[in-house]
């Protein structure tokens, strides 16, 4: 695929999910998940591993996290001359002459359609961050050429979705793998063709479908043009086949947490030779005290341990005191958890202080969050 496709990651998307507080002062894209990993990652080294060596992020707000940690793409190998990676403001936009400052994806990809333009990739790949998955887009590029589509979509047929994939998009696709309408998942049934909002298509009529939908002012996102089009667009269908979960809920974030601690999932995502790339941070290895007991469970390196942790994450430079006991939780980056503390089903953000003698319990579907820099 390289220098045949680059990719383009849609922070600005119709879908604009939130995850209670963790998203209140970061964009989705970089909310820390698995130990050491932000969302973004995902996408970007599924783009990375499929061999696309252009990739442009249209940013949406709040971004300052997003380039701390993209910072030059090196730890993706995208610190490069020609290509690279591209972390694109949606504030050129309040510039723009002929268009002005309009919300949606279509005016922030508008304001920075040169960066498209300039490109010398045939086709463009556009992916959302808060899908997580471990897709080969070699295969989608050889789907989408073989089938002469204008556009094809990615989907993926599960059987949960009254239960994982709330108000995501559904797909009706005929015999032909044709999109014939697209609807919103209402957890009414658990079969559904989830739309993972990813799609390719040549770049040309890609940059062609912008300046197009902004001269009629119409819609504001790409998203409602393409099902609006359906009738007079070939649109098909590529079915992905692997683990898929839609991080646009607190709950579905702490899900995942949960599910990358399993064997299958761990296995697929982070131990096949489609590696997941991110911001390197190296740090001391974690240190176990002589109370420590931990069992299926993610820890970081930097970490210090005196009690028990279970099913449970903790991000770099955790502090555990002793006697204390973390059950089904996320510990995120530098809390300190002191003596004598229950923390079960409870997610802490970063630099989080648990004084002594303290228990926290949230609900197993809806897990206990505590903010940023609190103390408790």
């Known amino acids: 695929?390289?220098?045949e496709c680059m990719g383009l990651i849609n922070l600005d998307s119709i879908q604009n999910p939130s995850v209670n507080v963790l998203s209140d002062h970061r964009p989705v894209a970089t909310i820390p998940i698995a130990g050491?990993?932000?969302?973004?990652?995902?996408?970007?080294?599924?783009m990375v591993n499929s061999g696309i060596t252009n990739v442009g992020i249209y940013a949406r707000e709040k971004y300052r996290s997003l380039t701390d940690h993209l910072g030059s793409g090196k730890d993706w190998d995208l610190s490069r001359k020609q290509g690279g990676l591209y972390v694109l403001s949606p504030e050129i936009a309040k510039n723009n002459n002929n268009y002005g400052y309009r919300k949606g994806d279509i005016?922030?990809?508008?304001a920075n359609i040169d960066y498209i333009e300039k490109s010398p990739e045939e086709y463009v790949i556009v992916a959302p961050s808060y899908m997580i998955c471990s897709i080969d887009y070699n295969d989608l590029l050889k789907y989408h050429k073989k089938s002469n589509n204008d556009i094809t979509i990615v989907y993926k047929r599960v059987e949960n979705a009254n239960k994982d994939f709330k108000n995501c998009n559904t797909l009706n696709i005929d015999k032909d793998k044709l999109v014939k309408n697209v609807g919103n998942n209402l957890n009414t049934f658990p079969s559904a063709n989830i739309c993972m909002d990813t799609f390719i298509m040549k770049r040309?009529?890609?940059?062609?479908?912008?300046?197009?939908?902004?001269?009629?002012?119409?819609?504001?996102?790409i998203e409602d043009y393409i099902i609006n089009q359906l009738d007079n667009i070939q649109v098909g269908a590529y079915k992905y086949e692997g683990y898929l979960k839609c991080i646009t809920s607190l709950k579905s974030y702490y899900e995942a947490s949960k599910e990358f601690l399993t064997e299958d999932v761990s296995r697929e995502i982070f131990k096949s030779d489609r590696k997941i790339f991110t911001k390197d941070k190296s740090q001391a290895p974690t240190m176990y005290g002589e109370n420590a007991e931990v069992k299926d469970s993610f820890i970081a390196t930097g970490c210090q341990i005196d009690g028990t942790v279970e099913d449970s994450t903790l991000f770099r430079k955790v502090k555990i005191g002793k006697g204390s006991i973390i059950r089904d939780s996320v510990i995120m980056q530098s809390c300190k958890i002191g003596e004598n503390v229950v923390l079960e089903n409870v997610i802490l953000d970063k630099n989080v202080v648990i004084s002594d003698n303290k228990e926290l319990k949230g609900d197993k579907d809806y897990p206990m969050?505590?903010?940023k820099n609190e103390t408790v």
């Open 204 to 221: 040309t009529d890609f940059i062609e479908c912008i300046y197009s939908i902004a001269s009629m002012g119409t819609y504001s996102y």
């Open 107 to 110: 005016y922030t990809i508008l």
């Open 1 to 3: 695929m390289k220098n």
């Open 369 to 371: 969050v505590i903010e």
């Open 36 to 46: 050491r990993y932000r969302l973004i990652d995902f996408t970007l080294s599924n």
